[in-house]
Each structure stands twice: as structure tokens, then as C-alpha cells.
């Protein structure tokens, strides 16, 4: 029914030279799967966000970082994210996003030529300088254009692409009928922002930081001047007046895999492990959910899509949110709804209201669950609009309920407050056990020979292959070892990354193998394997 349908709309639209070209198209947005691309300031971060199933991870390293003040990674660090991204075939790429001095240029090669070697899959680049020195000295290395080189149009694309560059992200405030006119027009990889933070300047850009602390925002250095509470005159009020809302694009991102954007990318280089967890578990879960909807032609895919995100976009609002979400530019939605002005930070999400108030109590109508220690937040309008009322839930209890806890501040409590939940610590936990804590696996098959008067040897198979040959292997004087116990060890693979799905054996009746001996060779292999799966990417030196 698919191939009929794309048939009768090419027939329809059929104009000679053309028509091929917009029927390649067609059927490459129908296959394509845009890509997850997950923020790391630290490698507990970067281990969240691979085994909550991102494709790609972008981080700084010790220099040139737009984001100093992150954790960062120095050489090691990186050559090990590296090691460790590439035995799941997930992509990493470093940002090298800062204006640079002249006297910097000198090292940028040096800095770099350790990560190429390794393998890194990407460099993303502000300074043009910098990008014209990295593509002499390593032509091919993928450059990535940075947001704030301001690419804006089709001809900017183009004039990157010239000179090497194989990405851009378009400046943040295109709306998406011009993103897709230049990924259109020029064929480029397109990635753009879909989750997190928002900067009130143009593509981030800000010059308030360096004039105001002496802290420019494009050496890395921002202060956030833009979440900080300003006298606004002709309100004759204080409010956060600069302060954006966080982007989420949950609700428009068929829209955005439509358009045939490559790369969708979480912003949270500050972030903790958990809340790129979630982030990264989230867009996967729903970028995967439309694609199978829209493989399926499934007729209520709008409404089905509509309805699996709605827990989603709850437990995103749970870990971190300003002011609750906005789309961003992309449908050029109006400034002002993207303003955050009541608080810079975290507002959580509505649980409920202020029932009533009878000291030392105060009772709490639920509008959601909440659950043992969770921190609830009580919004009074005498609080210089940034905090409320802190209190701890001592118990579960179920929305409709009417929760009951001790009471403080009283002069400032009216009924009819709303109430918010700052931190769950349910979905917390639940993050770190089910997602952070496991080990994550690479499934292989195994094969063990162990034959009279032959070596012991163990194979394990996946994308690579590797074979091991160990003592040679006797036979019994008294207990001979048996398939399955060589099998049983095997297969406990512990904190290993390997994970054996189905394990063979070649093994002699009245064989000896020391299971000292097995256990080394096991050890062996399995490091051997890592190894290999992690140096496929390697490059020659440049």
C-alpha cells in the first residue's frame, strides 16, 4: 500500500528531470532515523547517556571548551570516552566551539591529533580559523558548524561545505521551513537543538557576561547574566526578565523527523547523569515510537503519537524545567511566551493546591502522585518570585488525595496556592538503578575447544572476532571437566561489557582444563574483544 501511495504521488508531481531526485528524497526521509545526540560534562554523564541509548555524545575537552566551567575531559578522560563510545558503535564528538587567539592556534593541532588518531567522530567548530587548521592537518575529519557561526541560509551552507565542513547547526533561531530549505538545497547534515537550555542572545552570542563580570560567554567563560532578577522600569516591577524557558520538542518532533533533520541534540554540558538519562531515554523512546507509526501508515498515528508522549513529557517537566516548555523558534512562536520572568530555575511540575491552612497543618489537594520524600514547593506571591514554601512529603499518596503535612511560614500561605514537586525522588532512583547502575552489555555468541593433546581456546564472535589459544589441555586422571561447567563460566561474564548469548563447545570426553587456566583465558579473551571493538575506529597518525 506504501509503494502504491508514493507511485500515484509521483505520477501526480512527475516534472521530467526532477521527479528522480524528489523520489530518492522521499524514500530516504521514509528510512532515515534521525539521530540521538546527548550532551556529557563528565564521564558519569557520558555512561548515562550511551547506555540510555544515544547515538552520539558531543563534549569539551581541556581546551577550547564553550562550556569551561562544565566538568570536562582532560587527555585521558577523552581517549578512554572515545575507547568506551566506539564498543557501542555510538559516535562522540568534542567541542572545540570557542573564539580563539592567534597564540592558540599554535597548539590546536598537537591538542587535537591524539582524539583523531583514536578515532573521534566529529569537531565542533565557532572560529573559522580553526576550522581552515584543522581541515589542512586532518582533511578527513569531520567538521562540525557550530550554532554560533550564525549559518542562516543555504549559501552559508555552502561556503562551510567548500571548506570542508560536513554539519552545520543552523543558527538556533531559524524556524523549521528554513532549516528544511537548507537541508534541501544543500544536502548537508542538518542537526539542530530539541531539549534543554535556551540563550536569550542571538545563537548564544552573548557579549552581557564579558561586559558585565568579564567572563565572555564565547571564550567559554558565560556567567548567565540572563538569569539573574533585573528592575524592569515600566512595570515598575523585579522579575527575571531575560531568563528563557528550557526547550522541549517532544510535541513537534514527527514534525522535525519530516524535515529530514539528521541529528537532534540535547543541550545539558552542566547537567547531572540523570537528567541526560532521561533526556536521551525520552527522545529515543519517541523518535522510535513515530518511526514505527509511520512505517506501519498507521491513520491515527497523530493521536497515538500525542498520547505516548504524555508521560514522557510529565517525567522531562519532573527532572528540570524554567517555567515550564517551549518549542523554540521553530514555529517562530512569540517571545514573550518563551520568557520565563517568575524564576530561573527549576519549577517543577503542579502536583496540586493549597487546600486549607490550620497551624501547625497544612492540607494539600493532589493532582498527582507523589511519593515518600519528595520535595513539594508551596509558590506564595510575597516570594521575590524565585523560591516558596519547601516541604517533605513524609509518605506516598495518590492524586485525588488530600495530603496532610507540618506547616511553616504561615503568614505567607493562602489557600488556593499551587504546589509543586522540585524533586521526585521515586523517578530518581528509578533512573539510577534501571538505567545508570547495570553495566551495559554488547551481546556475542562463544565457542569453547577443549581437546586432548590441542590448546584450549575460546572464541567469541560479534561485530569482531576473536580466538584465543591458551595451555594444552590433558587428559583426566581422575575428574574430567565437563561442557557444561566451562560453558557455566563463560557465560558469567560479571561486570564484563560482554553479555553471551548462546555458547558452543568442542569438548573431548576425559578432558583436564584447570579452571585457573580457563579463567585466565576467558579474561584474556573477553579483553581482547573489548579491545578490537574498540579500536575499529582508529585512525593513521596524521
Known amino acids: 500500500m506504501k509503494i502504491?501511495?508514493?507511485?500515484?504521488?509521483?505520477?501526480?508531481?512527475?516534472?521530467?528531470?526532477?521527479?528522480?531526485?524528489?523520489?530518492?528524497?522521499?524514500?530516504?526521509?521514509?528510512?532515515?532515523?534521525?539521530?540521538i545526540l546527548a550532551p556529557a560534562g563528565t564521564p558519569k554523564a557520558l555512561e548515562a547517556?550511551?547506555?540510555?541509548?544515544?547515538?552520539?555524545?558531543?563534549?569539551?575537552?581541556?581546551?577550547?571548551?564553550?562550556?569551561?566551567?562544565?566538568?570536562?575531559?582532560?587527555?585521558?578522560?577523552?581517549?578512554?570516552?572515545?575507547?568506551?563510545?566506539?564498543?557501542?558503535?555510538?559516535?562522540?564528538?568534542?567541542?572545540?566551539?570557542?573564539?580563539?587567539?592567534?597564540?592558540?592556534?599554535?597548539?590546536?593541532?598537537?591538542?587535537?591529533?591524539?582524539?583523531?588518531?583514536?578515532?573521534?567522530?566529529?569537531i565542533i567548530v565557532q572560529d573559522i580559523g580553526c576550522a581552515k587548521v584543522l581541515h589542512d592537518q586532518f582533511p578527513d575529519l569531520p567538521l562540525h558548524a557550530s550554532t554560533q557561526m550564525s549559518i542562516s541560509s543555504e549559501y552559508g551552507a555552502r561556503l562551510l561545505k567548500e571548506l570542508g565542513f560536513t554539519r552545520i547547526v543552523p543558527a538556533r533561531e531559524l524556524s523549521l521551513s528554513e532549516i528544511k530549505e537548507i537541508k534541501t538545497n544543500t544536502q548537508m547534515e542538518i542537526e539542530t537543538f530539541v531539549h534543554g537550555a535556551m540563550c536569550f542572545s542571538y545563537s548564544g552570542k552573548c557579549l552581557l557576561s564579558s561586559f558585565a563580570?568579564?567572563?565572555?560567554?564565547?571564550?567559554?567563560?558565560?556567567?548567565?547574566?540572563?538569569?539573574?532578577?533585573?528592575?524592569?522600569?515600566?512595570?515598575?516591577?523585579?522579575?527575571?526578565?531575560?531568563?528563557?524557558?528550557?526547550?522541549?520538542?517532544?510535541?513537534?518532533?514527527?514534525?522535525?523527523?519530516?524535515?529530514?533533520?539528521?541529528?537532534?541534540?540535547?543541550?545539558?554540558?552542566?547537567?547531572?547523569?540523570?537528567?541526560?538519562?532521561?533526556?536521551?531515554?525520552?527522545?529515543?523512546?519517541?523518535?522510535?515510537?513515530?518511526?514505527k507509526l509511520r512505517k506501519a501508515a498507521d491513520p491515527e498515528t497523530k493521536e497515538k503519537y500525542a498520547q505516548f508522549i504524555q508521560p514522557l513529557t510529565k517525567e522531562l517537566l519532573d527532572i528540570y524545567n524554567r517555567g515550564g516548555f517551549s518549542d523554540g523558534y521553530y514555529h517562530m512562536e512569540k517571545g514573550s511566551s518563551m520568557l520565563a520572568v517568575t524564576?530561573?530555575?527549576?519549577?517543577?511540575?503542579?502536583?496540586?493546591?493549597?487546600?486549607?491552612?490550620?497551624?501547625?497543618?497544612?492540607e494539600i489537594l493532589l493532582t498527582e502522585d507523589v511519593h515518600a520524600q519528595d520535595?513539594?514547593?508551596?509558590?506564595?506571591?510575597?516570594?521575590?518570585?524565585?523560591?516558596?514554601?519547601?516541604?517533605?512529603?513524609?509518605?506516598?499518596?495518590?492524586?485525588?488525595?488530600?495530603?496532610?503535612?507540618?506547616?511553616?511560614?504561615?503568614?505567607?500561605?493562602?489557600?488556593?496556592?499551587?504546589?509543586?514537586?522540585?524533586?521526585?525522588?521515586?523517578?530518581?532512583?528509578?533512573?539510577?538503578?534501571?538505567?545508570?547502575?547495570?553495566?551495559?552489555?554488547?551481546?556475542?555468541?562463544?565457542?569453547?575447544?577443549?581437546?586432548?593433546?590441542?590448546?584450549?581456546?575460546?572464541?567469541?564472535?560479534?561485530?569482531?572476532?576473536?580466538?584465543?589459544?591458551?595451555?594444552v589441555c590433558q587428559k583426566a586422571e581422575a575428574k574430567p571437566t565437563s561442557a557444561d561447567e566451562l560453558i557455566q563460566k563463560l557465560q558469567k561474564t560479571g561486570g564484563s561489557i560482554l553479555s553471551f548469548e548462546k555458547v558452543e563447545s568442542d569438548v573431548d570426553d576425559g578432558?583436564?582444563?584447570?579452571?585457573?587456566?580457563?579463567?585466565?583465558?576467558?579474561?584474556e579473551a573477553m579483553e581482547a574483544y573489548r579491545q578490537k571493538a574498540a579500536d575499529r575506529y582508529r585512525r593513521e597518525q596524521a
Open 4 to 35: 502504491t501511495c508514493a507511485r500515484i504521488y509521483y505520477r501526480q508531481h512527475d516534472d521530467g528531470a526532477h521527479a528522480g531526485k524528489r523520489r530518492a528524497r522521499f524514500f530516504q526521509l521514509m528510512t532515515m532515523k534521525p539521530e
Open 49 to 122: 547517556a550511551v547506555k540510555a541509548g544515544a547515538d552520539a555524545i558531543y563534549l569539551g575537552g581541556s581546551l577550547f571548551s564553550a562550556r569551561a566551567f562544565a566538568g570536562n575531559f582532560d587527555q585521558e578522560e577523552l581517549l578512554q570516552a572515545i575507547a568506551y563510545c566506539h564498543l557501542f558503535d555510538v559516535k562522540l564528538y568534542l567541542a572545540v566551539n570557542t573564539l580563539m587567539k592567534e597564540e592558540e592556534m599554535a597548539e590546536l593541532s598537537s591538542y587535537i591529533a591524539p582524539f583523531y588518531e583514536a578515532g573521534i567522530d566529529g
Open 213 to 291: 563580570g568579564g567572563r565572555s560567554g564565547n571564550r567559554g567563560r558565560c556567567a548567565q547574566p540572563c538569569r539573574k532578577s533585573y528592575e524592569v522600569l515600566d512595570a515598575d516591577t523585579q522579575e527575571y526578565a531575560m531568563s528563557l524557558k528550557d526547550m522541549c520538542t517532544l510535541g513537534i518532533l514527527p514534525e522535525l523527523i519530516d524535515a529530514g533533520i539528521d541529528s537532534f541534540k540535547i543541550e545539558g554540558r552542566m547537567k547531572n547523569p540523570v537528567y541526560v538519562a532521561s533526556a536521551v531515554s525520552a527522545y529515543r523512546k519517541a523518535r522510535d515510537y513515530y518511526l
Open 343 to 362: 524564576r530561573p530555575n527549576h519549577t517543577g511540575l503542579l502536583i496540586g493546591h493549597v487546600k486549607r491552612i490550620a497551624p501547625p497543618k497544612v
Open 375 to 471: 520535595v513539594l514547593e508551596i509558590r506564595v506571591a510575597d516570594s521575590a518570585k524565585a523560591d516558596g514554601i519547601e516541604l517533605t512529603t513524609p509518605d506516598n499518596a495518590c492524586a485525588g488525595d488530600v495530603l496532610i503535612l507540618n506547616g511553616k511560614q504561615f503568614r505567607s500561605m493562602r489557600e488556593g496556592q499551587e504546589v509543586y514537586r522540585t524533586r521526585n525522588n521515586m523517578l530518581i532512583d528509578q533512573i539510577q538503578k534501571e538505567v545508570i547502575d547495570p553495566e551495559k552489555q554488547i551481546p556475542v555468541t562463544g565457542k569453547i575447544t577443549a581437546r586432548i593433546g590441542k590448546p584450549l581456546a575460546i572464541t567469541i564472535e560479534g561485530d569482531e572476532t576473536i580466538n584465543i589459544e591458551g595451555t
Open 511 to 523: 578432558v583436564f582444563v584447570p579452571m585457573s587456566a580457563f579463567n585466565h583465558l576467558r579474561r
